[in-house]
């Protein structure tokens, strides 16, 4: 990929984010977004060879429009600062969880698991959690996981690496005030990432250092995806 452009790019854009410097530089974004979608090719690839379950993704069904929806934002710029690809099994849209590529300036990263899960099926995977929380603790305290990734609650959008996006202030209702693992059923999701260097992209040596942090973090994105995929 060639990052150190792409970066260069948004740089740019983050200064002149509008219609009349975009149109001017159109040729520059689109070549740029060549350039990262062809490398998306690429990690669909590498990431089947341990993942099966993404093989039959496209490109066109990893990546987003480029252009912003403000209708319910403050912010009315029109285009992204970044150029991200969420490369799951059922598509971009699924609550199934898949592995997530980012490239903005200042906050390259990796990620894996899920953002977003309703009421229901967040309960249930606090179930699930309970009754096999070895298995689980397995695969989200080992010295790998929590090197990479770090532990639940620890972190923030924007940290240089976390597990779980947002959590609950107290216990989930219905649930065991006193519970000895009471952090992981206050996670609202099951995601977990980690930022990497803004050249960490370029070039095409990166794929086997992406497999490697995927597949840390596949077996707790797997235990999650067997109860959310009851409900899709």
Avoid at 13 to 25: A, G, I, M
Avoid at 38 to 59: L, Q
Avoid at 83 to 111: D, F, N, Q, T
Avoid at 197 to 214: A, L, Q, S
Wanted: a neutral charge; hydrophobic letters at 30%.
């Amino acid at each position: 990929m060639q990052s150190k452009r792409i970066i260069s790019f948004l740089r740019e854009l983050s200064k002149n984010n509008n219609r009349e410097w975009f149109y001017e530089n159109k040729p520059e974004y689109l070549a740029c977004r060549k350039s990262f979608e062809d490398d998306i090719a690429k990690a669909i690839v590498h990431i089947s060879e341990f993942d099966s379950s993404i093989s039959h993704i496209t490109v066109k069904d990893s990546t987003y429009r480029f252009n912003r929806d403000t209708r319910f934002s403050q912010d009315k710029s029109p285009y992204k600062n970044h150029l991200g690809a969420y490369i799951a099994a059922h598509g971009k849209k699924a609550m199934h969880g898949g592995y997530y590529i980012h490239v903005e300036p200042g906050y390259c990263m990796l990620s894996c698991g899920n953002y977003w899960l309703p009421t229901n099926v967040l309960t249930a995977c606090r179930n699930e959690i309970m009754a096999n929380i070895d298995e689980w603790r397995e695969c989200v305290e080992n010295k790998h996981f929590k090197k990479l990734f770090g532990e639940p609650g620890k972190s923030t959008w924007g940290d240089k690496k976390g597990f779980g996006l947002e959590h609950l202030k107290s216990c989930p209702t219905g649930f065991p005030r006193d519970y000895e693992f009471i952090e992981y059923l206050r996670m609202k999701n099951y995601c977990c990432w980690t930022t990497v260097d803004e050249d960490f992209f370029e070039g095409d040596r990166w794929f086997d250092k992406m497999k490697e942090i995927f597949k840390v973090g596949k077996p707790m994105m797997d235990f999650i995806n067997n109860v959310i995929d009851d409900y899709e």
